[in-house]
Protein backbone atom coordinates (compact mmCIF):
# COMPACT_ATOMS: atom_id res chain seq x y z
CA UNK A 1 0.00 0.00 0.00
CA UNK A 2 1.74 3.02 -0.96
CA UNK A 3 1.74 6.42 1.65
CA UNK A 4 2.55 9.87 1.12
CA UNK A 5 4.01 11.83 4.06
CA UNK A 6 4.32 15.51 3.57
CA UNK A 7 7.27 17.83 5.74
CA UNK A 8 8.38 21.04 5.66
CA UNK A 9 5.60 22.85 6.95
CA UNK A 10 5.27 25.46 9.29
CA UNK A 11 5.05 29.51 10.29
CA UNK A 12 6.81 32.00 8.73
CA UNK A 13 6.75 35.91 8.11
CA UNK A 14 5.31 37.30 4.81
CA UNK A 15 8.16 37.17 2.03
CA UNK A 16 9.93 34.23 3.37
CA UNK A 17 10.34 31.04 2.34
CA UNK A 18 8.96 27.40 2.91
CA UNK A 19 9.96 24.05 1.54
CA UNK A 20 7.83 21.15 1.67
CA UNK A 21 8.83 17.62 0.55
CA UNK A 22 6.92 14.60 0.11
CA UNK A 23 7.86 11.35 0.01
CA UNK A 24 6.29 8.00 -1.05
CA UNK A 25 6.64 4.77 0.71
CA UNK A 26 5.15 1.22 0.19
CA UNK A 27 5.14 0.75 -3.14
CA UNK A 28 8.57 2.19 -5.11
CA UNK A 29 8.13 0.47 -8.75
CA UNK A 30 6.16 3.32 -10.15
CA UNK A 31 7.12 6.57 -11.96
CA UNK A 32 4.99 8.75 -9.67
CA UNK A 33 3.42 11.68 -11.31
CA UNK A 34 3.32 14.49 -8.28
CA UNK A 35 1.03 17.36 -7.23
CA UNK A 36 0.70 19.80 -4.64
CA UNK A 37 -2.96 20.99 -3.67
CA UNK A 38 -3.74 23.42 -0.63
CA UNK A 39 -6.87 24.49 1.16
CA UNK A 40 -7.02 27.37 2.82
CA UNK A 41 -9.39 27.83 5.91
CA UNK A 42 -13.62 27.66 4.62
CA UNK A 43 -12.50 27.52 1.02
CA UNK A 44 -12.37 24.51 -1.51
CA UNK A 45 -8.95 22.98 -2.46
CA UNK A 46 -7.09 23.92 -5.03
CA UNK A 47 -4.19 23.23 -7.18
CA UNK A 48 -0.63 24.54 -6.81
CA UNK A 49 1.46 22.66 -9.39
CA UNK A 50 2.64 19.61 -10.50
CA UNK A 51 5.87 17.61 -12.18
CA UNK A 52 5.05 14.32 -13.95
CA UNK A 53 7.62 11.83 -14.68
CA UNK A 54 10.07 13.45 -17.13
CA UNK A 55 10.26 17.28 -15.40
CA UNK A 56 7.67 18.53 -17.01
CA UNK A 57 5.98 21.26 -14.69
CA UNK A 58 2.59 23.32 -14.51
CA UNK A 59 2.32 26.30 -11.99
CA UNK A 60 -1.12 27.67 -10.89
CA UNK A 61 -1.02 31.62 -11.37
CA UNK A 62 -1.89 32.20 -7.89
CA UNK A 63 1.73 31.03 -7.06
CA UNK A 64 3.25 31.44 -10.50
CA UNK A 65 6.90 32.85 -10.14
CA UNK A 66 7.02 32.17 -6.51
CA UNK A 67 7.83 28.16 -6.44
CA UNK A 68 10.10 25.66 -7.91
CA UNK A 69 9.16 21.45 -7.74
CA UNK A 70 12.31 19.39 -8.31
CA UNK A 71 11.36 15.11 -8.00
CA UNK A 72 13.83 12.44 -7.40
CA UNK A 73 12.93 9.92 -9.18
CA UNK A 74 15.09 7.17 -7.59
CA UNK A 75 13.90 8.17 -4.18
CA UNK A 76 10.20 8.81 -4.78
CA UNK A 77 9.96 12.25 -3.59
CA UNK A 78 9.09 15.43 -4.76
CA UNK A 79 10.34 19.26 -2.97
CA UNK A 80 8.25 22.01 -3.84
CA UNK A 81 9.95 25.38 -2.20
CA UNK A 82 8.08 28.31 -1.96
CA UNK A 83 9.52 32.04 -1.62
CA UNK A 84 7.71 35.15 -1.42
CA UNK A 85 4.81 33.90 0.79
CA UNK A 86 2.18 35.81 1.56
CA UNK A 87 -0.22 35.65 3.89
CA UNK A 88 -2.98 34.14 1.42
CA UNK A 89 -0.61 31.75 0.90
CA UNK A 90 -1.80 29.95 4.44
CA UNK A 91 -3.26 26.50 3.91
CA UNK A 92 -2.82 23.27 4.48
CA UNK A 93 -0.86 21.55 1.56
CA UNK A 94 -1.48 18.37 0.34
CA UNK A 95 0.84 16.07 -2.04
CA UNK A 96 -0.61 13.95 -4.20
CA UNK A 97 0.99 11.09 -6.58
CA UNK A 98 -0.32 9.34 -9.35
CA UNK A 99 0.89 6.34 -10.93
CA UNK A 100 -1.72 4.07 -13.79
CA UNK A 101 -4.48 3.35 -11.98
CA UNK A 102 -2.79 4.48 -8.34
CA UNK A 103 -4.17 7.97 -6.80
CA UNK A 104 -2.83 8.98 -3.83
CA UNK A 105 -3.26 11.96 -1.56
CA UNK A 106 -0.87 12.52 1.37
CA UNK A 107 -2.27 13.61 4.90
CA UNK A 108 -0.96 17.30 4.39
CA UNK A 109 1.02 19.86 6.04
CA UNK A 110 0.29 23.13 7.42
CA UNK A 111 1.50 26.31 6.12
CA UNK A 112 0.74 29.65 8.10
CA UNK A 113 1.77 33.27 6.56
CA UNK A 114 1.99 35.94 8.94
CA UNK A 115 1.80 39.82 7.79
Known amino acids: QVQLLESGGGSVQAGGSLRLSCEASGYSYCNYDWSWYRQAPGKEREFVSE???????RIADSVKGRVTLSQDNAKNTVDLRMNSLKPEDTAMYYCRARCGILDVWGQGTLVTVSS
Open 51 to 57: IDFNGVT
